[in-house]
Nanobody, 125 residues
Framework: QVQLVESGGGLVQAGGSLSLSCAAS????????MTWFRQAPGKERDFVAA????????YYADSVKGRFTISRDGAKNTVYLQMNSLKSEDTAVYYC??????????????????WGQGTQVTVSS
């Protein structure tokens, strides 16, 4: 049974940094995309960043490019999201998700089979 467990959310002032972790278990993730999405109140779930587990290739939403960094540690089966220069508009629940390469783009939440429970990130201005 696949489990994704996020941690590291919290409250931070604008301009500050936070690091999120997603501990993955239950299978090997070779061939998978590991991705962070976020959802603000009353809004849709949006793509933030993705990483190819096998190749380490990374992808970012324009809104976070240059500020956020996604990475993975194969030995720990963990994906990270380092968030710098945080803005109030980054406030959301952040979700870790996993999918095998398939029909949907890595940025489309519909293609994801596995989800974590989410972790709240609040940026105060």
């Amino acid at each position: 049974q696949v489990q994704l467990v996020e941690s590291g959310g919290g409250l931070v002032q604008a301009g500050g940094s936070l690091s999120l972790s997603c501990a993955a278990s239950g299978r090997t993730f070779s061939g998978y995309f590991m991705t962070w999405f976020r959802q603000a109140p009353g809004k849709e779930r949006d793509f933030v960043a993705a990483i190819s587990w096998s190749y380490g290739t990374t992808y970012y939403a324009d809104s976070v490019k240059g500020r956020f960094t996604i990475s993975r540690d194969g030995a720990k089966n963990t994906v990270y999201l380092q968030m710098n220069s945080l803005k109030s508009e980054d406030t959301a629940v952040y979700y870790c998700a996993a999918k095998y390469s398939g029909a949907y783009s890595y940025s489309n939440p519909r293609g994801y089979s596995y989800w974590g429970q989410g972790t709240q990130v609040t940026v105060s201005s």
